[in-house]
């Protein structure tokens, strides 16, 4: 299985805390070489990125998707 | 300025595509300890993740935010 | 009212289970014909996609929006 | 491999426009059975849904994932 | 028609912008009263949010649905 | 800081309600003049969105990100 996002991280669990709808899992994160990110041509032009700035990249956890191989 | 959302890696910027619309930005990873997802707790049961289970998280790029330090 | 949204199904209500912040819907589908989605270029090429080719369509139910007619 | 998201339908490619940056893939839905959606308990709260009223179902196609069976 | 949120901002339509896949709409603000937000508990201890604060509150562009009365 | 993204609302809190996994925070809303939206161009064909025409613009909770200044 080939999912279409390039963004693939490994991680192993290292907590698991449900509730009542939504649950939260952490992970430690195992490797994670290169992340893309997908913004308007606006936003990218006003942050004005160049190779090697350094940045914080930012990502709600519910937009995290955890694929467990099997 | 904090951002109310936990995961935040820190990237260099690798190379900038600007598109009509939309841009991608791809990043090396610099560091990211720990990721956090929230799913629903019946996929969480579905998955039946363990402490150590090893999984991939994929993020889709247009949920990668990237914020700049000035 | 007309959503600028091209992915619409139709469902009816099998279960509502209210939690304390969040609450998870279940729905039967009624029609799907067509669904739409939109990945970077790059992973559409990864992907490879062919006219016929059979793929699974993942989607967090936190993105999934009811609108009711009334 | 197992994703963590119960919204999985199957479906066969149909179109496939590239563009610039991003892409947008076009499938006919082969199966669609159930699907959930999280909101938050206020507009639960709000749209007071019923087991048995019928929904539109509303999904932005950058929230849909293909992922392909090798 | 009633969708399932409560983040309902009306605005008019101030420039349109049509890319090969994706297009840009911008709005004038005509009303936004009050605003909803769900992160997750950790977070939100973290940010450590007390009434009367003042925070900014961003929003990826491609999470804005624009909703056509008829 | 700066956020690559251009939707940035000033507001204050006006309630903080935490819940097991997710919390749900609501701002009196102090200043939005203008919002983007990204949509499919397809989508934006169909709406036919034209200068000056009034539309809701409706956004999930989940995707309202807090960022605290300090």
């Known amino acids: 299985m080939r999912p279409g996002a390039r963004n693939k991280i490994v991680g192993t669990v290292k907590s698991v805390k ?21 913004i308007t041509t606006e936003s990218a032009d006003e942050l004005d ?10 990502i709600k956890a519910i937009h995290v998707l955890p694929i467990k191989r099997e």
Do not use: P, R, Y
Not at 20 to 38: C, G, H, Q, R, Y
């Open 18 to 38: 449900k509730g009542d709808v939504m649950s939260l899992i952490k992970f430690d994160v195992v490797s994670a070489d290169e992340l893309s990110s997908v």
């Open 49 to 58: 990125l160049k190779e090697g700035d350094q940045v914080e990249l930012v």
